[in-house]
């Protein structure tokens, strides 16, 4: 399976700032997705990142949001823009056969 | 579209006992996960399951899957403090995406 370092683990920002969290793995991937949890509730896609291309973003996730990079097969960043207290949550990356998630970020906007 | 409906929601046993967690889906599949969540925690996962009559264990969780009911099931046996978690199964959707279901909170009771 692969390994997945995502960070920062957890941060507390001020509502209308950004942020970005990486998330690095030790192999190369074709496919890397971002998952939102909210508080006591389950894991929901926002968005599919490939190499090369533009991310593809789920129902109810727009870019201007959420802008992803994904410049090689081994890295990707999520950027949680302009960001309000509901943006408070786990955010986690996976690769594709899913079996391994990042260590997930904790953010909370405040 | 894909959907997936896991329950109980909640599930409070007392250590000793057996019971089984459910997952429906609603759409042919050829993958299902099943992860465990520890408060705080990224997913762990736990297994995945292919084909039709597929089970697998792993000390006191045995996973199967039927996919003709489109059922998986989560059984544990003889439960332990340790095994209080959250356990979610998700299914692998088009494009590999996984969706998951609500998840289940299990409290192991001394």
């Known amino acids: 399976s692969a390994v997945i370092s995502q960070k920062p683990s957890r941060d507390i920002c001020q509502r209308g700032t950004s942020l970005t969290i990486q998330c690095q793995v030790d192999s190369q991937v074709t496919m890397m997705f971002w998952y939102r949890q909210q508080p006591g509730q389950s894991l929901t896609l926002i968005a599919t990142?490939?190499?090369?291309?533009?991310?593809?973003?789920e129902s109810g996730f727009v870019i201007d949001k959420f802008p992803i990079s994904r410049p090689n097969l081994t890295f990707s960043t999520l950027t949680v823009s302009n960001m309000s207290p509901e943006d408070s949550s786990i955010y986690l990356c996976?690769?594709?056969?899913?079996?391994?998630f990042g260590s997930g970020t904790r953010l909370t906007v405040v | 579209e894909l959907k997936v409906e896991q329950n109980p929601l909640f599930l409070s046993m007392q250590e000793g006992k057996n019971y089984t967690i459910y997952c429906n889906y609603s759409?042919?599949?050829?993958?299902l996960y099943w992860y465990r969540q520890d408060p705080g925690k990224s997913l762990e996962s736990l297994f995945v399951l292919l084909s039709n009559g597929a089970v697998k264990q792993e000390g006191r969780l045995m996973a199967s899957l039927d996919t003709k009911a489109r059922l998986s099931t989560l059984h544990i046996t003889a439960a332990v403090h340790d095994l209080s978690a959250t356990y979610f199964c998700?299914?692998?959707?088009?494009?590999?995406?996984?969706?998951f279901g609500k998840g289940t909170k299990l409290t192991v009771n001394p």
């Open positions: 998700a299914v692998q959707g088009g494009s590999e995406k996984l969706v």
């Open positions: 990142a490939n190499q090369g291309s533009e991310a593809t973003y």
């Open positions: 996976s690769v594709e056969w899913a079996d391994t």
């Open positions: 759409t042919t599949s050829d993958r």
